[in-house]
């Protein structure tokens, strides 16, 4: 079989619309992947107060709250009996005084917080702390002169 030796691979005009509509699918997926990929964790929405203390860098254990009232404990569900043997254990496994920080949602109930508050006085735990974050500021319009 006979090859000619001087075959051109591209005989066509270049087109330019196929690498035109890859180009704006790969754009789209990349502006879009934060709300393509789930973002892992418990949705909590944290109540503003206007003064906070540093509750944010907490050496400790974190109890999350969604507006379910389902409790978290170590990225695990879990109920309030085993939440106040798990905060028991973890006192003593510790050694002495923990901190516990609640991150509860804003539509949780402060019945549901002081419940949740007296079982941790009951394992043993005397620090604890509800997560908050602050307002934010009205950026007021600055008027172009």
Do not use: W
């Amino acid at each position: 079989m006979h090859l000619p030796r001087h075959a051109r691979m591209f005989a066509g005009q270049f087109d330019l619309a196929p690498f035109a509509c890859v180009f704006f699918l790969v754009l789209m997926f990349l502006l879009l992947q934060t709300q393509l990929a789930p973002v892992p964790g418990v949705q909590v929405r944290l109540p503003k107060v206007s003064l906070v203390d540093d509750a944010r860098a907490v050496d400790g254990l974190v109890v999350v709250v969604d507006k379910e009232n389902r409790l978290y404990f170590e990225q695990q569900i879990t109920t309030e009996e085993k939440l106040q043997s798990d905060l028991a254990a973890k006192r003593e496994k510790l050694g002495g005084k923990v901190q516990v920080l609640f991150q509860a949602d804003a539509e949780v109930q402060n019945r549901t917080l002081t419940r949740l508050f007296a079982l941790c006085r009951r394992a043993g735990i005397d620090e604890i702390k509800l997560q908050t974050r602050p307002p934010v500021p009205d950026i007021a319009p600055v008027n172009a002169k």
